[in-house]
């Protein structure tokens, strides 16, 4: 059992950036960033390969260019620089986690992954 505790999230004005934390209690093989607003299903944001030695990194096209994923393998940690935030990106952030080998295409599906953090929020207003 892996637990993940998030954190780093906010309050911003459009433009602004923040950086999430999400700390891992032991190994994994993949970490992700999902959220959530209001009446949405969540989504996936950002995820990483953190045991494979590659750090291939994978964005929502929303997201491309604005956030960027990366990782501590020997800190079981995975961070999310968020820049140039738009109101849009308002929700309930989730870190998520899984150590088990699946394919890529699986990467933002929330059932490929075990573990979940508790949420931490980011709110972005105009």
């Known amino acids: 059992q892996v637990q993940l505790v998030e954190s780093g999230g906010g309050a911003v004005q459009a433009g602004g950036s923040l950086r999430l934390f999400c700390v891992a209690s032991?190994?994994?093989?993949?970490m992700g960033w999902f959220r959530q607003a209001p009446g949405k299903q969540r989504e996936g944001v950002a995820a990483?390969?953190?045991?494979?030695?590659?750090?291939?990194?994978f964005y929502t096209d929303s997201v491309k260019g604005r956030f960027t994923i990366s990782s501590d393998a020997a800190k079981n940690t995975v961070y999310l620089q968020m820049n140039s935030l738009k109101p849009e990106d308002t929700a309930m952030y989730y870190c998520?986690?899984?150590?088990?080998?699946?394919?890529?295409?699986?990467?933002?599906?929330?059932?490929?992954?075990?573990?979940w953090g508790q949420g931490t929020q980011v709110t972005v207003s105009s």
């Open positions: 990483i390969y953190t045991q494979t030695g590659t750090g291939e990194r």
């Open positions: 032991g190994s994994t093989y993949i």
């Open positions: 998520a986690a899984d150590n088990t080998v699946r394919g890529a295409s699986l990467r933002f599906a929330p059932s490929r992954y075990n573990y």
